[in-house]
C-alpha cells in the first residue's frame, strides 16, 4: 500500500516547508548584506539590511511553528488511516486467515509496531523531505555566491552517500530481530495478566517472573544493539563530513584571500554550508530510520493485502432461505493429521430444532463453525438452497459459543450490538430480560442496563454472563440461531427458561451442541450423534434411545 499519498494535503505540506526553506536562506543573504555595509560604513543600508535580517526571523519563527502544526496534522490522519485498515482488514478477514497468527502478534503491530511506523517512518519521511528542501534551495544559493565552493559540496555530499549504504542491511536484520523479540515480550506480558489467578493459586510467581525477564533482557539487548548500529553509522558519516568540511572552508578561506569573496559573503556562505551539511547528515540518518521500519510496513501490507479479496467482499446478500445443505465435509486443523470433521452430510430444514450429541473431540463444535461461516477452508461444499455459502454473505443468523465474550461497556450495548432499541424494540428487550431472569442483574446496579460490565464482563458473574450473550443472539431474531452449549453456566431454572424459550421459536432453524441426553431432548426435530468427525446417526429421542441407549450413554 502506498503509505505517503500524494493528495492535496501532502502538496500544501511540500509548498510550506518549501517557502519555510527559501525564508530559512534569505537569513544569511541579510547578514551578508549587514555585515558588507557594517565594514563599508553604510549606516543607512546597514540599518535597512538589519530590519530585513528581524522581519525575516519573524517569519521564520511563524513559518516554522505553522509548517510543524501541518506536519504534525498530516502524520496524525497518515497514522488513523493506518490503524484504520489495520483494523478494518483483521475484522473483516476470514476466520483461517486471523488465526494464522496469534491475537497477541496483532496486538503488538497494533499497540506497538504502528507508534513506531508513525514516529520512524511519517514524522522522519516528513523530515527528511523539509530537511532536502532546505538543501537543494541552499544549494542553489550557493551557486549564485559560489560555483568553485558548490562543486566541491556537491563533490561532499555524493561522497557521503556512500556511507549510509554500508549499513543498510545490518539495519535491517536488527529491526526484524527486534520486532520479534518484542512480540515475545508482549506475549510473555499477556500471558502473566490473563494468567494471575493460576499464578497465584500454584504459588508460580517466581517461576513465570524468570521467564519473563528473560525475555525483557532479550528485547532490551536487541534494542540496545539496533541502538549501537544506528550510533555507529551517524558517527561514521558524522566524523568523515567534519574532515570534508574543513576542506571545505579551506577553499572557503582561499576565496576571501584572493578577493573572490566578501566577509559577508564568507559567512552567508557558512551559515549556507551548514544548511547544506547539516540536512546531508540528517537525511543520512533519516534514510537509515526510514529502511528499519520496512519489516513492519511488510507485516502491515500482508495483513491487509489478504484481506482485499476476502469473504466480506464480492458476496451476495440473502435474506431468506428453506435449507442448508451439507455435503460431504471434512476439515483438518493446521497442524493436525486427524481430520476434526470427516465426511458429514446432512440436510437441516428452516424451522426445525437440531441437537448434536456426542463425546468430546467428535467435531460438534467445529460442524457449528463451520456453519457459522467462521472456518471457510473446508473440502465439501455447505449450499443455503442453492447457493454456496461461501459465496453469499447471510446477516440473519446468531451463534452463542462456549466462550462468552462480553465488550467493555453497558449491559444495553452488548446486547444490541448496535441496533436499535426504541418503541417496540424496547419492548423487546425488557421481555428477553424478563424471561431470561436478567431482571435481578440489571437491577442491582444504579445505571441498570447502563451498566458497564468491564473488561471481558469481568463485573458479571459467570451465568450473568452467559444470559447476556443469550439475549444479544436472540435480540437479533435470527433465522438460523447455533449454539455451543449455552447453559453450560447456568442454573437448572434458568436452561429450564431458556429451552421453552427455543421451543417457542417456530421460525427459527436451530442447532445446539449438547451433553445432556435425557427427556429434554424431546423438544427437537432430530438428534445428530457424532462420533471421531462424523455423523454416525440421526433421528428423534425415542427412536435412538430405543435402539441406541447403551452405546450412547457410553460417551454422552
Known amino acids: 500500500m502506498k503509505y505517503i499519498q500524494k493528495d492535496l494535503k501532502f502538496i500544501l505540506l511540500i509548498s510550506a516547508n518549501f517557502l519555510l526553506s527559501i525564508v530559512s536562506v534569505l537569513f544569511p543573504l541579510a547578514l551578508m548584506k549587514v555585515t558588507d555595509f557594517l565594514i563599508a560604513n553604510e549606516m543607512n543600508l546597514f540599518r535597512f539590511y538589519l530590519f530585513l535580517a528581524l522581519i525575516i526571523i519573524v517569519i521564520q519563527m511563524a513559518m516554522t511553528y505553522v509548517t510543524g502544526r501541518m506536519n504534525n496534522t498530516y502524520v496524525m490522519h497518515r497514522t488513523i488511516e493506518i490503524r484504520n485498515r489495520v483494523m478494518k482488514a483483521l475484522l473483516k478477514s476470514e476466520y483461517g486467515q486471523f488465526k494464522s497468527q496469534k491475537n497477541d502478534e496483532y496486538a503488538s503491530l497494533l499497540l506497538t509496531n504502528i507508534p513506531v511506523l508513525e514516529n520512524d517512518y511519517f514524522k522522519t519521511v516528513i523530515h527528511l523531505i523539509s530537511k532536502s528542501l532546505l538543501l537543494v534551495v541552499s544549494i542553489c544559493t550557493l551557486i549564485v555566491l559560489n560555483p568553485l565552493l558548490t562543486l566541491s559540496l556537491i563533490i561532499v555530499i555524493a561522497a557521503l552517500g556512500i556511507f549510509p549504504l554500508l549499513f543498510t542491511k545490518r539495519i535491517l536484520l536488527l529491526k526484524e530481530e527486534l520486532i520479534k523479540k518484542t512480540e515475545e515480550y508482549t506475549k510473555s506480558t499477556s500471558e502473566a495478566l490473563y494468567g494471575y489467578e493460576t499464578i497465584k493459586i500454584y504459588k508460580v510467581a517466581n517461576y513465570i ?35 570534508l568540511l574543513l576542506l571545505i572552508f579551506l577553499i572557503g578561506g582561499y576565496s576571501v584571500s584572493t578577493g573572490a569573496l566578501t566577509v559577508g559573503s564568507l559567512i552567508a556562505c557558512t551559515q549556507l554550508i551548514m544548511y547544506v551539511f547539516e540536512p546531508a547528515i540528517s537525511i543520512t540518518q533519516d534514510l537509515n530510520i526510514v529502511r528499519s521500519t520496512k519489516p513492519i510496513r511488510q507485516q502491515i501490507d500482508k495483513i491487509i493485502e489478504r484481506s482485499e479479496d476476502g469473504e466480506e467482499n464480492n458476496k451476495v446478500f440473502i435474506d431468506q432461505f428453506e435449507k442448508i445443505h451439507l455435503e460431504n465435509i471434512s476439515y483438518v486443523y493446521p497442524d493436525e493429521e486427524k481430520a ?68 467493555n461497556t453497558t449491559i444495553r450495548e452488548n446486547i444490541l450490538m448496535g441496533q436499535s432499541d426504541v418503541s417496540s424494540d424496547f419492548e423487546e428487550l425488557q421481555s428477553l430480560i424478563e424471561r431470561l431472569q436478567l431482571r435481578e442483574c440489571v437491577n442491582k446496579h444504579p445505571d441498570q442496563l447502563d451498566f458497564v460490565v468491564g473488561d471481558h464482563g469481568e463485573y458479571l458473574s459467570g451465568g450473568e454472563r452467559q444470559k447476556v450473550c443469550i439475549a444479544r443472539a436472540l435480540y437479533k431474531r435470527p433465522e438460523i440461531l447455533l449454539l455451543d452449549e449455552p447453559d453450560s453456566a447456568l442454573d437448572p431454572e434458568t436452561r429450564d427458561q431458556i429451552k421453552d424459550i427455543l421451543g417457542q421459536m417456530k421460525d427459527v432453524l436451530c442447532l445446539m451442541i449438547t451433553h445432556e441426553y435425557d427427556e429434554n431432548l424431546k423438544g427437537f426435530d432430530e438428534i445428530i450423534v457424532m462420533e471421531q468427525g462424523e455423523i454416525i446417526r440421526t433421528g428423534r429421542y425415542e427412536e435412538i434411545l430405543m435402539k441406541h441407549e447403551t452405546t450412547y450413554k457410553a460417551f454422552v
Open 340 to 407: 476434526a470433521v470427516r465426511q458429514v452430510s446432512i440436510t437441516l430444514e428452516a424451522g426445525k430444532k437440531y441437537a448434536i450429541v456426542g463425546g468430546n473431540g467428535s467435531g460438534k463444535s467445529t460442524l457449528l463453525k463451520m456453519i457459522a461461516g467462521l472456518i471457510t477452508d473446508y473440502t465439501g461444499s455447505i449450499r443455503l438452497d442453492n447457493r454456496d455459502m461461501k459465496q453469499v454473505s447471510y446477516e440473519n443468523l446468531a451463534y452463542i459459543d462456549q466462550q462468552t465474550y462480553l465488550f
Open 209 to 243: 517472573l524468570n521467564r519473563h525477564v528473560i525475555k525483557i533482557k532479550n528485547m532490551e539487548r536487541k534494542s540496545k544493539q539496533f541502538g549501537d548500529i544506528l550510533i555507529l553509522a551517524n558517527v561514521t558519516f558524522g566524523s568523515s563530513s567534519m574532515v
